[in-house]
């Protein structure tokens, strides 16, 4: 398996998705810096948590106009999978990847601490090694990750199955209370109609072992590899 990781001015988590991928599927991911036109042969494309640009204008807005995202976009046009994490989801909501936008968390702060997410869909590449409804233990660290899209958009989110994890609380109840930044219906992750592309804003990267303080998120990377191996 070949895969990207994008990095923009201001990335700081594309080392720890490419350590990730590097130790469960045993092959180095290629970085890719954003100002450059051209991204080699992969598998899967990787936009990593971050700061891109310093966030300024509005996070991930900047960055979604590197040259680099032309090429991002016409390879999810052929299929390519593109996972975004954290300031990765931003980028793709701001280039029209996946519906909706990431504003500010409803309290106004940066939030830095684990969180429980339900796993709705199982039916992706990037879900598939969890059983539905499985709640796990995820790091979030963002200071715009409050989930907005209109009333149409989330009915048709949640009526296609395109919901990918919720927050939840630590039994898998769902409700405000447990929603970090506000997000609109608990919403931590969607994906695009067919499923190849998938935006989170909680960082599994950051859980692929015991020695990180758990290992939740490495059936995450596991069923990546495992899908693109078959």
Do not use: Y
């Given at each position: 398996m070949k895969s990207?990781?994008?990095v923009f001015p201001g990335s700081n988590c594309d080392r720890d998705v490419a350590?990730?991928?590097?130790?469960?599927?045993?092959?180095?991911?290629?970085?890719?810096?954003?100002?450059?036109?051209?991204?080699?042969?992969?598998?899967?494309?990787?936009?990593?948590?971050?700061?891109s640009y310093g966030d300024y204008l509005r996070s991930g807005a900047m960055a979604?106009?590197?040259?680099?995202?032309?090429?991002?976009?016409?390879?999810?046009k052929?299929?390519?999978?593109?996972?975004?994490?954290?300031?990765?989801?931003?980028?793709?909501t701001e280039a029209g990847l996946l519906p909706g936008a990431l504003v500010r968390n409803a309290g106004l702060r940066f939030i830095c601490r684990d969180v429980h997410l339900k796993v709705e869909n199982t039916d992706s590449m990037y879900t598939r090694r969890y059983p539905r409804g499985q709640v796990i233990r995820i790091p979030i660290a963002h200071a715009d990750g409050n989930y907005r899209a209109d009333a149409q958009t989330?009915?048709?989110?949640?009526?296609?199955?395109l919901v990918a994890v919720r927050y939840c609380g630590p039994n898998g109840e769902i409700g405000e209370q447990h929603t970090p930044n506000g997000s609109a219906r608990n919403i931590a992750g969607i994906?695009?109609?067919?499923?190849?592309?998938?935006?989170?804003?909680?960082?599994?990267?950051?859980?692929?072992?015991?020695?990180?303080?758990?290992?939740d998120g490495r059936p995450f990377f596991e069923g990546i590899a495992e899908a693109l191996a078959a």
């Open positions: 990207a990781v994008i350590v990730a991928l590097g130790r469960i599927t045993g092959h180095a991911p290629t970085m890719v810096w954003h100002g450059d036109r051209a991204i080699p042969k992969v598998d899967l494309i990787v936009l990593p948590g971050g700061f979604a106009h590197s040259p680099v995202m032309t090429e991002v976009a016409a390879r999810s052929q299929g390519v999978p593109v996972l975004g994490i954290c300031n990765g989801f931003q980028i793709l989330l009915d048709r989110l949640e009526g296609e199955g994906f695009n109609e067919r499923r190849t592309v998938l935006g989170l804003m909680p960082h599994p990267e950051r859980l692929i072992e015991p020695a990180l303080g758990g290992s």
